[in-house]
């Protein structure tokens, strides 16, 4: 005698549980659009339906096939109802949550940082075709503002060397800037919008960097920005 879907199913077939969700999905799909009015909600009723059906298929009662259907719908009820309720109190919940302290615009800081970052990577591309005693010099000198007599105790060397490097860094700077400028610098320039409080001019940039390129700068102009503290007052 061949043994019904029913009895399969509460034996834990999982052929028989195939079978089942075969001839039984679209209902209980149908049932969840119904009495929910959301589409994706039902394929979710409709996973937990058949995931509850396994765990319950020992309660099946003995009957004929037919009862599968109905056992079905209820199941469905259930599960909408849980699913319900659940929703409730996530609500409830979040509801209880104090709202977020307002985050403030960071755009303007980002738009800053940038331009920071930019005017550094051009006095780097700069300051790498100097020799290392040159660079060194004009960090300290120009970026960090020590005099010169400090920073040839700093480095251990002449105050004449030091005037004779911090000379030699000026001079290459403005021929490197000139010369990045050839290779396509002003286009990369005035492709970009000028914003308010932006200068196109090459100066000391925020942070107190010293800006590679500059477009219609006079040539000497950057010679006497430059300049140090100590040697303007002499």
Same mark, same amino acid.
């Given at each position: 005698?061949?043994t019904?879907?029913?009895?399969?199913v509460?034996?834990?077939d999982p052929?028989a549980?195939r079978?089942l969700?075969?001839e039984h999905a @679209?209902?209980?799909?149908r049932?969840? !659009?119904?009495t929910?009015? %959301?589409?994706? #909600?039902?394929?979710? /009723?409709v996973?937990? *339906?058949?995931l509850? @059906?396994?765990?319950?298929?020992?309660? !099946?009662l003995?009957g004929? %096939?037919?009862? #599968?259907?109905?056992? /079905?719908?209820?199941i *469905?009820?259930?599960?909408t109802?849980?699913?319900?309720?659940a929703?409730?109190r996530?609500?409830a919940?979040l509801?209880?949550?104090?709202?977020?302290?307002?985050?403030?615009?960071?755009a303007?800081?980002?738009?800053?940082?940038?331009?920071d970052?930019?005017?550094?990577?051009?006095a780097?591309?700069a300051l790498r075709?100097?020799r290392?005693?040159?660079?060194?010099?004009?960090a300290?000198c120009?970026?960090?503002?020590?005099?010169?007599?400090?920073?040839?105790?700093v480095?251990?060397?002449?105050?004449?060397?030091?005037?004779?490097?911090?000379?030699?860094a000026r001079k290459?700077?403005r021929?490197?800037?000139d010369l990045?400028?050839?290779?396509g610098?002003?286009g990369?320039d005035?492709?970009?919008?000028?914003?308010p409080?932006?200068s196109t001019?090459?100066g000391?940039g925020?942070?107190?960097?010293q800006?590679?390129?500059?477009?219609?700068?006079?040539?000497g102009s950057r010679?006497?920005?430059a300049?140090?503290?100590?040697?303007?007052?002499?």
């Amino acid at each position: 005698m061949e043994t019904s879907l029913r009895a399969r199913v509460r034996a834990g077939d999982p052929d028989a549980f195939r079978q089942l969700f075969d001839e039984h999905a @679209a209902v209980v799909h149908r049932h969840a !659009v119904r009495t929910t009015g %959301d589409w994706t #909600l039902a394929d979710d /009723l409709v996973s937990l *339906t058949f995931l509850e @059906a396994w765990r319950l298929r020992e309660r !099946v009662l003995p009957g004929d %096939d037919a009862g #599968l259907r109905p056992w /079905l719908l209820g199941i *469905t009820t259930n599960v909408t109802r849980n699913t319900a309720r659940a929703a409730r109190r996530h609500r409830a919940a979040l509801a209880r949550v104090p709202p977020p302290d307002p985050v403030p615009d960071f755009a303007e800081e980002v738009v800053r940082r940038q331009a920071d970052a930019e005017e550094l990577a051009a006095a780097q591309r700069a300051l790498r075709g100097m020799r290392r005693g040159e660079r060194e010099v004009f960090a300290l000198c120009v970026w960090e503002g020590l005099d010169t007599a400090t920073v040839a105790e700093v480095l251990g060397v002449a105050v004449g060397t030091v005037r004779a490097r911090l000379s030699r860094a000026r001079k290459r700077l403005r021929e490197l800037t000139d010369l990045e400028l050839e290779r396509g610098g002003r286009g990369a320039d005035t492709g970009r919008e000028s914003g308010p409080g932006r200068s196109t001019e090459a100066g000391i940039g925020q942070g107190g960097v010293q800006r590679s390129a500059a477009v219609g700068q006079i040539p000497g102009s950057r010679h006497q920005a430059a300049r140090s503290t100590q040697e303007t007052k002499r």
